[in-house]
């Protein structure tokens, strides 16, 4: 199947821990993004990588280090978690055309 | 400061009734808006609009562009129960498709 697959989908940690969260794209995309939805349904984006170079890094706390070890994965590692950073993280690629695709998503909560 | 906002916040109708959702923005070097539809957690995409007065069809879901006035509609025709979802508005700013989202607006169907 071609898509957008992230691991895992649910994360529950402690404070205090590094996790990261893996982003794979079959789709033959060359940019990919991170993105972060609050408890409230609203999607901020946090990075983008377009064909393993970072060109969008949103205002983030410097704890969030993406990874792109080729333009297929876009991986992002989060230390020392917080309370605050419990979410839905989203990867998502587009085509140079526009639209995007989203993976399933990573539920992050920390206790 | 970009823009996009979507109204009414939430809205609750009965199977079969249409319901129009909308979604206006300001934002610098428009390039596209973007329909999704969220359930659970992965936004599904809906439409993507570039041009205005266009509308855009996909069974009983339609949406169009105004570019002049910068606003897009989303309508839902004949609603069904599995309608019920958070539609989330996005738009297209720059060459490298970082999308802004609206804050989405819930629909809830009901039998």
């Known amino acids: 199947d071609t898509a957008v697959s992230q691991t895992p989908k649910y994360l529950v940690t402690q404070m205090g821990n590094d996790k990261s969260i893996k982003c794979e794209q079959n789709?033959?995309?060359?940019?990919m993004y991170w993105y972060k939805q609050d408890s409230k349904k609203f999607l901020k984006i946090m990075f983008s990588?377009?064909?393993?170079?970072?060109?969008i890094n949103e205002t983030v706390p410097n704890r969030f280090s993406p990874k792109s070890p080729d333009k297929a994965h876009l991986n992002l590692h989060i230390n020392s978690l917080e309370l605050g950073d419990s979410a839905v993280y989203f990867c998502?690629?587009?085509?140079?055309?526009?639209?995007?695709?989203f993976g399933p998503g990573t539920r992050l909560t920390v206790l | 400061e970009d823009k996009v906002v979507q109204s009414p916040l939430s809205l609750v109708v009965h199977e079969g009734d249409t319901v129009t959702l909308n979604c206006s923005y300001e934002?610098?070097?428009?390039?596209?808006l973007l329909w999704y539809k969220q359930e659970k957690k992965a936004p599904t995409f809906l439409f993507m609009l570039?041009?205005?007065?266009i509308e855009k069809k996909s069974g009983r879901l339609s949406s169009i562009l105004d570019k002049k006035e910068l606003f897009s509609i989303l309508n839902i025709t004949a609603t069904q129960t599995g309608d019920s979802a958070i539609y989330l508005c996005?738009?297209?700013?720059?060459?490298?498709?970082?999308?802004?989202f609206g804050a989405g607006t819930q629909v809830v169907v009901t039998p």
């Open positions: 998502a690629s587009s085509p140079p055309r526009g639209g995007l695709f």
């Open positions: 789709l033959g995309h060359d940019t």
């Open positions: 990588y377009n064909n393993k170079e970072l060109i």
């Open positions: 934002v610098t070097n428009f390039r596209s």
């Open positions: 570039t041009s205005s007065g």
């Open positions: 996005a738009v297209v700013n720059d060459s490298w498709g970082k999308l802004q």
